[in-house]
């Protein structure tokens, strides 16, 4: 699929009224847990049930519930969407491996609400590794997807062993990623996994991560229109002068062209190829830049206060993107 065919094929936002429904129930829990600062628990939207095959529960690929879900909680709080939802693509890495018990228990531990794993991607390189990870607290195991010459493997490994790489994505917050070269953190061994089943993690993996920032983009955009609706200068609201208005245009433009691709994307079989992943990626990563760098400059100085929500979903938006970046990026 090329970018042009997935547009033409795609301007529409219409839904069945099963993803409505996904929608809604998603939209009514982040209102919840955005407000009360409980993240909730996986069980309370069916989440556990998405880590493993989709069509096993009724649903077709074409209704992707789990980027819809991701989509309406990243809408509502992007870092609480992200620390609830980092754990399914560390479970599809563990059952694309075939780790059964691994994730088994992975699995147990997230749906009690007693915190599920992290994810790191691990890129090695002539004795030289590239490592990324993404966790949230209390994380107490990390899979690691080790991407070497021969193929990728896939381990479970202690927290523990990432305690002195992390640093804080958001000040002190729960969710924590570190980006950096030196000596391999772990090097595995045994066999390689499938290259279909690895395409195919990778491709929910950049879908799920690209739903969370096309939510947080939305929410952005909304926010901006509101606010240069309400702010004035020179009697009449800010909305009125055209740079802002051709601003907030294009952040629009960017936002739905952005979620228009992801659901067409989803919602095809083909959705989960590496092809895919990657042009989801760079497209998601270009719309978030205008979305967030546009938002901020609407709401002028307010919009860098450290926990206003343009400022809060820019820092988010810098761990996801570096993040998918990474995954699309795997070729096993």
């Not at 890129?123 to 997807?145: F, K, M, Y």
């Not at 061994?189 to 290259?195: A, E, I, P, T």
Request: charged letters at 20%; proline letters at 4%.
């Amino acid at each position: 699929m090329n970018l042009e065919d997935a547009l033409i094929d795609s301007i529409s936002f219409a839904m069945t009224p099963l993803q409505q429904s996904i929608r809604d129930s998603a939209e009514r829990f982040a209102r919840n847990f955005g407000r009360d600062g409980e993240g909730g628990r996986p069980g309370d939207l069916g989440l556990d049930a998405l880590a493993g095959d989709i069509t096993e529960l009724g649903f077709a690929r074409s209704e992707f519930p789990a980027v819809l879900i991701a989509e309406e909680l990243g809408a509502g709080d992007a870092v609480k969407a992200l620390e609830l939802l980092l754990p399914l693509p560390a479970l599809w890495f563990l059952a694309a491996a075939g780790r059964s018990a691994d994730f088994d228990r992975c699995l147990q531990r997230w749906s009690a609400g007693l915190g599920g794993p992290g994810l790191a991607i691990q890129r090695e390189q002539g004795g030289q590794a590239r490592l990324w990870t993404l966790s949230a607290t209390p994380a107490e195991e990390v899979v690691l997807v080790d991407v070497q010459e021969e193929g990728v493997r896939v381990d479970c490994l202690p927290a523990s062993r990432l305690a002195g790489t992390i640093s804080p994505v958001l000040g002190d917050g729960p969710l924590h990623l570190t980006m950096g070269r030196g000596d391999p953190l772990h090097t595995l061994s045994g066999d390689c996994v499938d290259r279909d089943a690895l395409a195919s993690a990778c491709g929910e993996t950049v879908q799920l991560f690209s739903a969370i920032l096309v939510g947080a983009m939305r929410c952005c955009t909304e926010a901006a229109y509101d606010y240069a609706d309400q702010r004035k200068s020179f009697g009449r609201p800010i909305s009125h002068h055209q740079a802002v208005a051709i601003r907030l245009a294009d952040t629009l433009i960017a936002c739905q062209g952005a979620e228009l691709l992801l659901h067409r994307i989803a919602s095809v079989e083909s959705g989960r190829d590496r092809e895919d992943a990657r042009l989801l990626s760079g497209q998601v990563a270009a719309a978030s830049r205008i979305v967030f760098r546009d938002a901020l400059q609407v709401f002028a100085a307010h919009g860098y206060i450290a926990e206003s929500l343009a400022a809060k979903n820019y820092r988010v938006s810098n761990a996801l993107v570096a993040m998918i970046d990474a995954i699309a990026a795997i070729d096993g």
